[in-house]
């Protein structure tokens, strides 16, 4: 959303709702930050934060909404843009705030997945001015549940400047990056790599795996191939010259929880898509990220949890990797410019 209001933040206000009693971040956009109660504290243990996120979202569900309802009536809008996210998005969906007003909602994910629900996701489908999807798989699936509605995609994009030519040559190991918190789902994914990529070393290879943001994974310790680990930034020009370095940007997606990977294109993808290496796609074969990639060609793809065709698809890669990095640049251009993304948003 940032990068959608880039040049307009003076006339954006933004109030969202938090679980954490912290301070707005300091920035171009002024920032309302409304603290769900019972806020999360560092003492609490899973059992207390499951507990404290029962009473969060459904006994005390009421004093939050009424919370950024009397936030919401001092504020002077034309626009009132939605995220449909969490327990709190129906939260202005009346008279009250919508009323003469022009209503957009943003639809990034299924509510399954969001902890939304389906009244207040269609509540806000049905009476949305303009409804912003992610995917065209999304957008369908909405319509099948919520009513045949007009919607328009709006995606994460990547600017001209971000989209690096695709590297040529390889010096020294192969490096594969990876950037992101590794939830559990995601294990079984990289138990797989590791082997992988020990085979293909034991064949005479040699790889760097490089993870940023990650916490360490006890499964990759005395491996055949080097791991690196780094810490989190937000500096985006050292994660961009990462990805520009990188040989194999890796592209892990879930097996578990159809409503996300059914409906959701990873922002990491659309990301990836702009670095100078080539994508390695991990995942579901039906999953809207794999669909798009490979559709142009623009990633090897792996949609098992079996080595060998992990394997075949790493071999794959190195063999065409100039050529899947070139596809993936022409779908950036084609289907996420920021600056074609942007202009739709705000006409």
Same mark, same amino acid.
């Given at each position: 959303? %940032?990068?959608?209001?880039?040049?307009?933040?003076?006339?954006?206000?933004?109030?969202?709702?938090?679980?954490?009693?912290?301070?707005?971040?300091?920035?171009? #956009?002024?920032?309302?930050?409304?603290?769900?109660?019972?806020?999360?504290?560092?003492? *609490?243990?899973?059992?207390?934060? &499951?507990?404290?996120?029962?009473?969060?979202?459904?006994?005390?569900? %009421?004093?939050?909404?009424?919370?950024?309802?009397?936030?919401?009536? @001092?504020?002077?809008?034309?626009?009132?843009?939605?995220?449909?996210? $969490? =327990?709190?998005?129906?939260?202005?969906?009346?008279?009250?705030?919508?009323? $003469?007003?022009?209503?957009?909602?943003?639809?990034?994910?299924?509510?399954?997945?969001?902890?939304?629900?389906?009244? &207040?996701?269609?509540?806000?489908?049905?009476?949305? +001015?303009?409804?912003?999807?992610?995917?065209?798989?999304?957008?369908?699936?909405?319509?099948?549940?919520?009513?045949?509605?007009?919607?328009?995609?709006?995606?994460?994009?990547?600017?001209?400047?971000? #989209?690096?030519? =695709?590297?040529?040559?390889?010096?020294?190991?192969?490096?594969?990056?990876?950037?992101?918190?590794?939830?559990?789902?995601?294990?079984?994914?990289?138990?797989?790599?590791?082997?992988?990529?020990? @085979?293909?070393?034991?064949?005479?290879?040699?790889?760097?795996?490089?993870?940023?943001?990650?916490?360490?994974?006890?499964?990759?310790?005395?491996?055949?191939?080097?791991? /690196?680990?780094?810490? *989190?930034?937000?500096? &985006?020009?050292?994660? @961009?010259?990462?990805?520009?370095?990188?040989?194999?940007?890796?592209?892990? #997606? @879930?097996?578990?929880?159809?409503?996300?990977?059914?409906?959701?294109?990873?922002?990491?993808?659309?990301?990836?898509?702009?670095?100078?290496?080539?994508?390695?796609?991990?995942?579901?074969?039906?999953?809207?990220?794999?669909?798009?990639?490979?559709?142009? +060609?623009?990633?090897?793809?792996?949609?098992?949890?079996?080595?060998?065709?992990?394997?075949?698809?790493?071999?794959?890669?190195?063999?065409?990797?100039?050529?899947?990095?070139?596809?993936?640049?022409?779908?950036?251009?084609?289907?996420?410019?920021? /600056?074609?993304?942007? %202009?739709?948003?705000?006409?």
């Amino acid at each position: 959303m %940032r990068r959608l209001y880039e040049g307009n933040e003076a006339n954006v206000i933004s109030v969202s709702t938090s679980a954490y009693d912290s301070p707005p971040t300091t920035g171009s #956009i002024d920032e309302i930050i409304i603290v769900a109660a019972p806020a999360v504290r560092n003492w *609490m243990r899973w059992i207390v934060r &499951d507990i404290a996120i029962w009473l969060r979202e459904r006994v005390l569900k %009421r004093l939050t909404v009424r919370r950024v309802q009397q936030c919401v009536s @001092k504020l002077d809008y034309d626009v009132l843009h939605v995220m449909s996210h $969490g =327990p709190y998005s129906a939260a202005l969906c009346d008279d009250r705030f919508c009323k $003469g007003k022009q209503l957009w909602v943003s639809f990034h994910d299924h509510f399954s997945t969001t902890h939304s629900n389906f009244e &207040d996701t269609r509540l806000l489908w049905r009476n949305a +001015n303009r409804r912003l999807l992610i995917s065209d798989e999304l957008g369908r699936e909405y319509q099948r549940l919520f009513g045949n509605e007009p919607y328009t995609l709006i995606t994460d994009g990547v600017t001209a400047d971000e #989209i690096s030519a =695709p590297s040529t040559t390889i010096t020294g190991p192969v490096t594969i990056y990876f950037a992101g918190l590794l939830h559990l789902e995601y294990r079984s994914l990289f138990a797989v790599l590791a082997d992988a990529l020990d @085979k293909l070393t034991n064949d005479g290879s040699s790889f760097k795996l490089i993870l940023r943001a990650t916490q360490n994974i006890d499964f990759l310790n005395n491996r055949l191939f080097e791991v /690196e680990y780094k810490p *989190m930034t937000l500096n &985006d020009k050292e994660l @961009k010259d990462e990805l520009d370095a990188a040989d194999i940007l890796y592209l892990p #997606i @879930k097996f578990t929880v159809p409503d996300f990977y059914l409906y959701s294109l990873s922002t990491k993808m659309v990301g990836y898509l702009g670095g100078s290496g080539a994508i390695l796609y991990h995942g579901p074969a039906d999953s809207a990220a794999c669909k798009r990639l490979l559709a142009r +060609n623009a990633a090897a793809v792996c949609t098992t949890l079996n080595v060998d065709e992990l394997v075949d698809a790493i071999t794959g890669l190195l063999k065409q990797k100039q050529d899947i990095s070139a596809n993936a640049k022409q779908l950036a251009f084609d289907e996420f410019s920021m /600056e074609t993304i942007r %202009r739709q948003f705000w006409q």
